[in-house]
């Protein structure tokens, strides 16, 4: 739309495309948007690039994030196979935030991959310390398993509760 007194909006092409651009304020031509070939600004394409790529992310850490639930939950020896999706989780969180910082998006969209990047330091230490205590923890597992009485079942929890420090030392 040009204003009054503007004079007639002139139409050039854009270098590179097949189509023009024009300003809304004046009428001109705005060579620092060039259009692509549907006649949208790269700003517009920046903002659906963001939206593709936060729909894409969220599935992928959904889906990674209820896989490392469903592997934590296994017994000692196979829930080591968490290392996998935490570790993909990872890598997923850290090229997100890299992706969102050449798109120069908002803080507040860094926001939640920076939440993800998080959890999956807090899961990734809770795997590694059960790795660390592992034998004092799969002796726990295998004496539970096998206390079918009260009695059995307090007796674990007191080998349990001995210094677990003491138990690393001397193996």
Partial sequence: ????????????????TSRSHRSLTSGT???????NGRGESTVSQRVTQRQRRS????????CLILLVM???????PQRLVAIVPITVAGVE???ALMALGRLEASSRERLWPVVSLGLVGLMLM????QVVFY???KAYEECMTGAHTRV?????????ERPVLGTLLVR
Wanted: charged residues 15%.
């Fill in 1 to 16: 739309m040009a204003r009054a007194g503007d004079g007639p909006a002139v139409s050039r092409a854009v270098p590179g």
């Fill in 29 to 35: 031509m705005d060579l620092h948007q060039p259009c």
């Fill in 55 to 62: 729909a894409t992310y969220s599935l992928t850490m959904f």
């Fill in 70 to 76: 469903f592997a934590m939950n296994l017994r000692l």
């Fill in 93 to 95: 969180s850290v090229r």
């Fill in 126 to 129: 809770s795997l590694l310390t």
């Fill in 135 to 137: 034998g004092p923890q």
């Fill in 152 to 160: 059995a079942q307090v007796d674990c929890q007191r080998q349990r």
